[in-house]
């Protein structure tokens, strides 16, 4: 069946992703891919187009984890330089929901078709001595590079080896290639070097010392992943996956939507001038604080962190406001959400306004990393990470969120 196309930018849901796939296959130009936006926390995803390669002769020389690519992140032509390590496919089993050029485009790299059929191992079926040599390799290269890279390399090495991400007729040969990538690991930590290839016969012989915090972070994200591509059905919040998973999900083109979006088709939103014009008030006075702020950054550096966090305020409660007053109302998995790229998604399906999501995407990343010192840079805390013009940028690009939403809501009320 034809379906339309989604739009680059939307959300995907992690269920649908290729995890198991080594990121060491270059994406070609033109390329359908999926990031992951840096600073949002919980992990969010969303579909880009590759539009070149940006990667040096010095940068290959450092070993393929160091490629870097354009790519285009949303319908308005918003470009950014992507690490390859930020960068994922969608599992082949997913595609059918992508519009016929688009799925495609997306599985047309014959490298990267040749590395889904081999899997994890390098040449053909994976033995345990194969994954070990690879092992040793990722690993060895994860140390050559900045730490920040290393840390996204390490993420995604632990959810490719991880036993619960494979079948279970593989899992007893995952477990102890998960081992060893453990121990392999510590060990570079510890010693600057790998496990000897002639100490102990599976990799298990030796054990670390000490216990790295970052293994329980991504041991559980990883479990939080297991289903992926298991056909197992599970439910999450207030939308259902099991209807996709059965195979119950309709067709027609707009059946992506409800896919990309993780909500049953037969969930109605709520309509409400009432509401929209609560949440719009809220919202105009959000407004006059970011503008105190903007002023106070002039002299307060700490302001500049504050202002950030409102402008994202402002847009997600302009948005929701927008959305009361639209005809198909707010959904409540979006009520409860501060995901401003789902909801600008919304509003521009309902209000066929296609310039809102440029202004959104400046603030998107401001809702934890404003605040929290753990959610930002690795350096420095909030008040000291956000500049005056980075609050500036945001306060404009909120106004203008408000503008449209504003437009749309008296011609509503017109209605």
């Given at each position: 069946?034809?379906?339309?196309?989604?739009?680059?930018g939307?959300?995907i849901?992690v269920?649908?992703?290729?995890f198991?796939e080594?990121?060491?296959?270059?994406y070609r130009?033109?390329e359908?891919?999926?990031?992951?936006?840096?600073?949002r926390e919980?992990?969010?995803f969303i579909?880009?187009?590759v539009?070149?390669?940006?990667?040096t002769?010095e940068?290959l020389?450092?070993?393929?984890?160091?490629r870097?690519f354009?790519i285009?992140?949303?319908?308005?032509?918003?470009?950014e330089?992507?690490?390859?390590?930020?960068?994922f496919?969608l599992q082949a089993?997913?595609?059918?929901?992508?519009?016929?050029d688009?799925?495609?485009t997306l599985s047309?790299?014959p490298?990267?078709?040749s590395?889904?059929?081999e899997g994890?191992?390098e040449?053909?079926?994976?033995t345990l001595e194969?994954a070990?040599q690879?092992?040793r390799?990722?690993?060895?290269e994860?140390?050559?590079?900045?730490p920040t890279?290393?840390?996204?390399?390490?993420?995604r090495?632990c959810?490719i080896?991880?036993p619960?991400?494979?079948s279970?007729e593989?899992k007893d040969l995952y477990?102890?290639?998960f081992?060893?990538?453990q121990?392999e690991?510590?060990h570079?930590?510890e010693?600057?070097?790998?496990?000897?290839e002639?100490?102990?016969t599976e990799?298990?012989s030796?054990r670390?010392?000490?216990?790295?915090p970052?293994w329980?972070d991504?041991e559980?994200?990883a479990r939080?992943y297991?289903?992926?591509?298991s056909g197992?059905s599970?439910?999450r919040g207030?939308?259902?996956w099991?209807?996709?998973?059965?195979g119950?999900?309709?067709g027609?083109?707009?059946?992506?939507r409800n896919w990309f979006?993780g909500?049953s088709?037969?969930e109605h939103g709520?309509?409400?001038?009432?509401?929209?014009r609560?949440?719009?008030?809220?919202?105009?006075s959000?407004?006059e604080?970011?503008?105190?702020?903007?002023?106070?950054g002039l002299d307060?550096?700490?302001s500049n962190?504050?202002?950030?966090?409102?402008?994202?305020?402002?847009?997600e409660?302009a948005?929701?406001a927008g959305?009361?007053?639209s005809n198909?109302g707010?959904?409540?998995?979006?009520l409860?959400?501060?995901?401003?790229?789902?909801?600008a998604?919304s509003?521009?399906?309902?209000?066929?306004n296609?310039s809102v999501?440029?202004?959104?995407?400046?603030?998107?990343?401001?809702?934890l990393?404003?605040?929290y010192?753990?959610?930002?840079?690795q350096s420095g805390?909030?008040?000291?990470?956000f500049?005056?013009?980075q609050a500036?940028k945001?306060?404009?690009?909120?106004?203008?969120v408000?503008?449209i939403v504003?437009?749309?809501i008296?011609?509503?009320?017109?209605?």
């Amino acid at each position: 069946p034809q379906h339309s196309s989604p739009p680059l930018g939307c959300d995907i849901p992690v269920d649908k992703l290729n995890f198991a796939e080594d990121p060491t296959v270059p994406y070609r130009c033109g390329e359908y891919a999926v990031y992951r936006v840096p600073g949002r926390e919980p992990p969010s995803f969303i579909l880009v187009r590759v539009v070149k390669e940006l990667t040096t002769e010095e940068q290959l020389s450092l070993g393929p984890y160091n490629r870097h690519f354009l790519i285009e992140i949303d319908m308005d032509g918003s470009e950014e330089d992507a690490s390859i390590l930020d960068l994922f496919k969608l599992q082949a089993a997913h595609e059918e929901y992508l519009s016929n050029d688009m799925a495609l485009t997306l599985s047309s790299n014959p490298s990267r078709a040749s590395q889904a059929e081999e899997g994890p191992g390098e040449g053909g079926a994976l033995t345990l001595e194969k994954a070990k040599q690879q092992i040793r390799r990722q690993v060895r290269e994860a140390f050559q590079l900045a730490p920040t890279e290393k840390k996204k390399l390490h993420r995604r090495l632990c959810l490719i080896w991880h036993p619960d991400k494979h079948s279970p007729e593989h899992k007893d040969l995952y477990t102890k290639a998960f081992q060893f990538f453990q121990n392999e690991w510590q060990h570079w930590e510890e010693h600057g070097k790998g496990i000897p290839e002639n100490h102990g016969t599976e990799g298990s012989s030796w054990r670390p010392q000490r216990w790295s915090p970052w293994w329980g972070d991504w041991e559980s994200e990883a479990r939080y992943y297991r289903y992926s591509g298991s056909g197992r059905s599970r439910s999450r919040g207030s939308g259902s996956w099991r209807h996709w998973y059965s195979g119950s999900r309709s067709g027609g083109s707009g059946s992506w939507r409800n896919w990309f979006s993780g909500s049953s088709s037969s969930e109605h939103g709520t309509t409400s001038m009432h509401e929209a014009r609560r949440w719009f008030s809220q919202t105009n006075s959000d407004l006059e604080l970011a503008r105190k702020q903007i002023h106070a950054g002039l002299d307060q550096v700490a302001s500049n962190a504050l202002a950030c966090f409102l402008a994202q305020q402002v847009v997600e409660k302009a948005l929701k406001a927008g959305l009361f007053a639209s005809n198909s109302g707010l959904r409540t998995h979006l009520l409860h959400s501060h995901d401003i790229t789902a909801l600008a998604f919304s509003f521009q399906q309902t209000s066929s306004n296609h310039s809102v999501y440029a202004h959104t995407s400046i603030v998107q990343d401001y809702y934890l990393p404003t605040r929290y010192p753990n959610r930002g840079a690795q350096s420095g805390i909030p008040c000291e990470n956000f500049d005056h013009q980075q609050a500036v940028k945001a306060f404009e690009a909120c106004e203008e969120v408000v503008h449209i939403v504003s437009q749309f809501i008296d011609a509503q009320k017109g209605r």
